[in-house]
Each structure stands twice: as structure tokens, then as C-alpha cells.
Nanobody
Framework: VQLVESGGGLVQPGGSLRLSCAAS????????MGWYRQAPGKERELVAR????????YYADSMKGRVTISRDNAKNTVYLQMNSLKPEDTAVYYC?????????????WGQGTQVTVSS
């Protein structure tokens, strides 16, 4: 199983970034996907989630209205479009894949991509 994030970097306040997460090694279209972030000295927190079909999304209050999560099951990729970025959005952003099965929850993480918002 691999989740490989990309698209992070340095951006000025008010700017935009689009993160991508390319998945392999599992049946992507059967997993719910999510983006989380972890700032220095803070716990990892949810940013957004999307169900396996892409038909429903959930956004945490921290970035609601400024981010859009989407997925392309044909490309095994999930995206996070981030707009109007603020310095407090600086964090490592992680991709997550999760699926509930009869035997338990399958849960996978990517290695993360750094997003730095600074002038």
C-alpha cells in the first residue's frame, strides 16, 4: 500500500495550493479518503474527508469554505484544493485511506507534504 502526497510548498498568505495523493496497492474506489494536517507542537487534525464514491464530503471547521476535497477513482488520486491560505495553515498535510471491514478498520497514511504559508 502506498499513498504519495505532492503539491505542497511555500505560498504567500492569500494564495492557493492543490495537493494530490496518488494511491496504489489497494482498491482505491472502495476506501474513504481524507486529508489531515499536523502543525509543529500540535496534534494531527482532520481537514476534510470524502466517501468512496465521491458523492459526499465533510469539512472540519478549521478550513471550511477555503478547501475542496475531490477524487478521481479512475486515476486512484484524491485532491485537496486550498484557497485563501493563512499562516496558521502551515503544517504537514497527510493523506489517509480508511475502510471498515467485518474484521476491523483498514487505515493507511501517506508520508505527508509540507505546506508553509508565509510572506
Amino acid at each position: 500500500v502506498q499513498l504519495v502526497e505532492s503539491g505542497g510548498g511555500l505560498v504567500q498568505p492569500g494564495g492557493s495550493l492543490r495537493l494530490s495523493c496518488a494511491a496504489s496497492g489497494f482498491t482505491f474506489s472502495t476506501y474513504g479518503m481524507g486529508w489531515y494536517r499536523q502543525a509543529p507542537g500540535k496534534e494531527r487534525e482532520l481537514v476534510a474527508r470524502i466517501i468512496s464514491s465521491g458523492g459526499s464530503t465533510y469539512y472540519a471547521d478549521s478550513m471550511k469554505g477555503r478547501v475542496t476535497i475531490s477524487r478521481d477513482n479512475a486515476k486512484n488520486t484524491v485532491y485537496l484544493q486550498m484557497n485563501s491560505l493563512k499562516p496558521e495553515d502551515t503544517a504537514v498535510y497527510y493523506c489517509n485511506a480508511r475502510k471498515s471491514t467485518y474484521s476491523g478498520i483498514l487505515n493507511y497514511w501517506g508520508q505527508g507534504t509540507q505546506v508553509t504559508v508565509s510572506s
